[in-house]
């Protein structure tokens, strides 16, 4: 039997991907909570350059960064595949993962941590962004087809977290006049059982997210 352990934070979209794809998969695991404001010796260990969660322990060897993590797990556990076999829909893929992460989420969270004379250029961008997101999504169920793929679990920060910022913000970004069909695949997504069971308290999140804006004067 493999030895499976996860280091991640109850907050964090990037753990709660590598859950997902573990669940998605039928692997049991064990979960370790890091306080990342008092690093553990185990993460210092295990993820010594990024210091950062999700860390997964397979048979005591450790991967880190949750995009490769989740390509790790794909060829590890076959059943279920969140990746195409066609390798230039694999790549597309890739290609669109790698935009949420580079692109899309460092544009939202640019509109929460700039200056207010800066802050209408902020959400331009990230609306151009996300209308390229929504673009792509087009008429499919999911951005994997018909089943949650690895862009969808890449996502999660856009299906869930961006909602609790919103409302612990007071900014609206995503509404269904705005992005009608990303906000289709928002309430199919958060509905889908394997995403359901690995988000974190929605009313422990915007807390959470309220005490960070407060702690640092973010009005909107």
Known sequence: MAEVKLLGAWGSPFSRRVEMALKLKGVEYEYIEEDLGNKSPLLLKYNPIHKKVPVLLHNGKPIAESLVILEYIDETWKTNPILPDDPYDKAMARFWAKFLDDTCMPAIWQIM???????????????????????????????????????????????????????????????????????????EYVNCSVVKQNLPPRDKLIAFLQSRFSASSWKY
């Open 113 to 187: 941590w700039s200056k207010e004379n800066q802050r209408e250029k902020a959400i331009e961008e990230a609306i151009q962004h996300l209308k390229t997101l929504e673009n792509e999504l087009k008429d499919k169920r999911f951005f994997g087809g018909e089943t949650i793929g690895l862009v969808d679990i890449a996502a999660n920060f856009i299906g869930f977290w961006l909602g609790a910022v919103q409302e612990a913000s007071g900014m609206e970004l995503v509404n269904k006049e705005r992005f009608p069909v990303l906000c289709r695949w928002i309430d």
